[in-house]
Each structure stands twice: as C-alpha cells, then as structure tokens.
C-alpha cells in the first residue's frame, strides 16, 4: 500500500536549502541507508527500491536527501509527459570508483554523492569515507614511527613524525572510517595494509568525525571525551620527551574508552564496573616495561616497582619543582577505588581505603559514587594537564 499523499512541491528542497546530516526532531547524525519508497505523489503512484535513504538511528525519523528527492520529481516528470498513473524502478547500486589510488579499496560512490556535505566541485571522490576494522588503530599504535593521538574519544589523528597525519572516526558500529582522498597520500605499502583490514562501508560517519571535519565545529564535548583527549595530550608529551611510547592501545581499552559513561546507579556493582573500566583505560594501559627502559636509561631499578611508581620517578628524572607524587593524586585515587570497589581487602580496611579516596577528593566520607566520579574525572584532567606542563617545559 503506498503511503500518505504527498504533493510533489513537498520534494523540492524547502527554501533551497540543502538536507544536512542532522535530525530535526533530535539533532541526531543521520546514518545513509537504501529504502523502498512507495507513495503518491501528486496522483503519480511511484515506487523506487534502493532510494538512498537518511535515517536518525535513535529517533527514527528518515529524510530523502537531495538527490533521492530530485530522482522522485524526475520520475513524477516523466510519468506526467508519459501520462501514466504509475511508475515503479529498482535503482541499481553505482559502482564508480574515484582514481585516487591504484589500491582497490572497497567503498560505496553513494555515501559521496549521498551523505550531505561530502561533494565538492574539484577533487571528485576525496571526501569518500572507507571503513576499517578497528584493528588499524592498534596496529598503528603499537608500530614505533606512528602515534594514535585522540581529540575525544571518536575522533583522532594517525600520525608519523611530520610526514603525514590522517584523521580518523570511530562510528556508532565500531568501525574506523577515513577519507578516500587522505588515504591516497599514503606510501602504497601503508595502503595494501590498510586494504587487509578495509571492510564494506555501513554508511554511518563518526558523529565527531564528520562535525570536525566537515561542519569545522567541535561538538560540545563529554567530561569523559576531554579526560580522554587530556591523556592522549600527556602520551603524546612523553612520547616527545623520551623518545618512546609510555602506554599501549588495545582492543579492550578502546572498547571500554568509547562505552565507558558517567554511572546513573550507585550500587555495588555500578561501583565495580567504572572502577575496573577507569582503571583498565587510565592506569593499566600504562607500559610497564616501557617506564622500566627509561627508568634503567636514567640510571634508577625499577624493577621493584608498580607502572605508577614508576612513571612517577621517570617525571621526577626530569628535575621539576613540581610536587609529581602531588600532581599524580588522582591516578593514585584511582588505583585504590578500585581496590576499594572490588572488596579486595578486609571490610575495615574498605571503609578506611573509602574514606580517604573521598578525603584526598575533597567530599565527604560518605559521598556517593556520582560524586566520586564527577569529581575523580575532573581531577584527573587536571592531573593529565600538570603532568604535561612538567613533561614539555622541565
Ligand atoms: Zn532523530
């Protein structure tokens, strides 16, 4: 049954402007999709399978783009010259390719000429987004000339001295997405590896991925997405200053970086969880051996000591007047919240390890995990922003 009647003046875009990726009703990203569209329009029955379709994932809401709307006037069009009551076509999926690269990346030519935004008039094709398992990240991370630097925890840079930097996504479904035309400018050993991990376009950008690189605007970001952006920032000093990598990236650490949300419930398990999920991306991400290198290079044993005492030390090799054991309150806060959280001492020994974590935070003995964690994020930021003014200036 074709749906509601809609007149065809319905299809011109309103006011000329042109449909964005954002939802109306919920400022959602729109995510492409191929729909079947069935209505009559203006006493014209037309139906088309596979129209490029934008949806809001979250709301529900779909939207034509601008070329589906002028596929619908064009098909209305022809059914008025041909004096038909109906029309029906399946749109065939376009397979152009765009002679960036000699490397056949899999991508989709309508996410270009689809997702609003994405065309230009000169450079055809750059803007084409390719997907990626998001094994390309750890791969570049764990690789000694290439830094992953984060500006929130979705959106990013793969870097290499001052040769190259490519920004990356990181979209609702996992997957990492760069543009075609940046891929291109890649050494061609660099892109077949890229192609090994290249998986079909879902059609959905990084929501801060496309706001920074398309609309040039940086989204209002989440405490969570600063304290993530302040760590990378502090990576990024030490991987300057000593030459090396201080932390690693794993697949459990980027899941639990992009999952990981201010708690709703305080319960004993909530507890567990944000603890163990701060931790995990905060603390044991650190590279233990790594601090031992530079701490041995330095002329100190290391060997009898945990990663924090460790990158302790290393800041304090670098002869600041800053109190480093102070400025690191909050990644040492964070290590007993989890002891505390995951009842691994006594029950006396809880209460007092509780008790002084909301101390060294400055709320009362008896704050709830809410308070904690607002007030743990923030101070770790803080941390993360001393530490990289010690690291870059002493
Ligand atoms: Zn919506």
Same mark, same amino acid.
């Given at each position: ?218 989204t209002k970001r989440s405490p969570e997405d600063q304290l993530f952006e302040q760590r990378s920032q502090f990576l990024e000093a ?13 697949? #459990? ?62 800041l304090e090799t670098l002869g600041t007047s800053t109190d480093i054991a102070a400025a690191m309150t909050p990644l040492y806060v ?13 029950? #006396? ?46």
């Amino acid at each position: 049954m074709p749906a509601a009647r809609a007149s065809i003046k319905d299809f011109f875009p309103p006011d000329g402007m042109p449909q964005r990726i954002y939802c109306d009703r919920c400022k959602g990203h729109l995510d492409l999709s191929f729909g079947d569209f069935d209505e009559v329009v203006s006493d014209i029955h037309i139906a088309i399978s596979g129209l490029p379709t934008l949806i809001c994932e979250p709301c529900g809401t779909s939207y034509l783009p601008d070329r589906s709307r002028f596929a619908v006037i064009e098909l209305h069009r022809q059914a008025m010259t041909k004096n038909v009551g109906a029309v029906s076509v399946t749109r065939r999926k376009q397979t152009r390719t765009f002679a960036f690269t000699k490397v056949p990346f899999l991508y989709d030519a309508d996410d270009y000429d689809y997702i609003p935004g994405l065309r230009r008039t000169h450079d055809e094709g750059f803007l084409t987004p390719v997907f990626f398992s998001r094994d390309v990240l750890l791969k570049y991370d764990a690789h000694p000339s290439y830094r992953v630097t984060f500006a929130s925890r979705t959106y990013g840079n793969i870097e290499q001295g001052d040769d190259f930097r490519i920004p990356f996504g990181i979209n609702r479904n996992a997957r990492v997405v760069m543009w075609l035309g940046d891929i291109a400018r890649l050494p061609e050993n660099e892109q077949f590896y890229l192609r090994s991990e290249n998986v079909p376009s879902d059609h959905s950008i990084g929501s801060e991925f496309y706001d920074g690189q398309i609309e040039c605007v940086f989204t209002k970001r989440s405490p969570e997405d600063q304290l993530f952006e302040q760590r990378s920032q502090f990576l990024e000093a030490c991987f300057h200053r000593f030459g090396q990598k201080v932390a690693h990236l794993e697949q #459990e650490v980027l899941d639990l970086a992009v999952s990981v949300r201010r708690p709703v419930v305080d319960t004993r398990a909530e507890r567990r969880h944000i603890a163990d999920a701060l931790n995990k991306i905060y603390l044991e991400s650190l590279d233990n051996n790594a601090l031992g290198v530079l701490l041995s290079q330095a002329g100190h044993d290391a060997s009898k000591l945990g990663s924090l005492k460790r990158l302790q030390k290393l800041l304090e090799t670098l002869g600041t007047s800053t109190d480093i054991a102070a400025a690191m309150t909050p990644l040492y806060v964070l290590y007993d919240l989890r002891v505390a959280y995951s009842h691994l001492g006594s029950a #006396e020994s809880e209460e007092e390890r509780i008790a002084s974590i909301c101390q060294r935070l400055g709320l009362d003995a008896k704050a709830d995990l809410l308070s904690v964690y607002d007030v743990l994020v923030s101070r770790l930021q803080s941390c993360f922003k001393a530490l990289v003014a010690v690291t870059q200036t002493s």
